[in-house]
């Protein structure tokens, strides 16, 4: 019904920037939340950063003041512009998306991307 697509991963350097994109396409009336989560080696999956239909953000406390979450509601897209990097941002980074299909009886239902790896190393 709706799928999530990532991309901008990479290998950088730290101190090095990396944007993110999602784009979310299929059977889409609106979307509230939209938001990029990650998981490192070994640890649990944890919130990044979200932003609602009223381009409300919130962040982790690790990302803040390096991290940039922004919306294109015209393109169903999420986008997280990550500056000064650090090694233990190193992580798979998920976006996720809270989307109200347009099947009937139209809720909200959670879908997720496939995941894109990103890698801050010297």
């Known amino acids: 019904q709706v799928q999530l697509v990532e991309s901008g991963g990479g290998l950088v350097q730290p101190g090095e920037s990396l944007r993110l994109s999602c784009a979310a396409s299929g059977s889409i009336f609106d979307i509230n939340v939209m938001g990029w989560y990650r998981q490192a080696p070994g640890k649990q999956l944890e919130l990044v950063a979200r932003i609602d239909s009223h381009e409300t953000t919130e962040y982790a406390d690790s990302v803040k003041g390096r991290f940039t979450i922004s919306r294109d509601n015209a393109e169903n897209a999420v986008y997280l512009e990550m500056n000064g990097l650090k090694a233990e941002d190193t992580a798979v980074y998920y976006c996720?998306?809270?989307?109200?299909?347009?099947?009937?009886?139209?809720?909200?239902?959670?879908?997720w991307g496939q995941g894109t790896q990103v890698t801050v190393s010297l």
């Open positions: 996720n998306a809270d989307v109200r299909v347009a099947i009937p009886p139209y809720n909200f239902e959670s879908y």
